[in-house]
């Protein structure tokens, strides 16, 4: 499966499922980037990410995580 920067809830997926413990808003937007670009399968690339696209997946995670609670 190839994930890109528009599929949040895939991300949001992936990243609750590697980090099940982690609070989404104490995560630096370094971290997150270098997470996301590590997920199997996502095919963006650094150049593309921008401070909005990681807010989004940085809410969609928080949602996962809310869910999960």
């Known amino acids: 499966m190839q994930l890109g920067w528009n599929d949040l809830d895939d991300i949001a997926i992936a990243l609750y499922e590697r980090f099940p413990g982690k609070d989404p808003l104490q995560v630096r937007f370094t971290d997150l980037l270098d997470w996301v670009l590590e997920i199997e ?9 921008t ?9 969609a995670w928080l949602e996962e995580y809310k869910d999960n609670q």
């Not at 401070?51 to 809410?59: D, P, R, S, V």
């Open 41 to 49: 399968g996502f095919t963006g690339t650094r150049e593309e990410s």
């Open 51 to 59: 401070e909005g696209k990681l807010e989004a997946i940085q809410m």
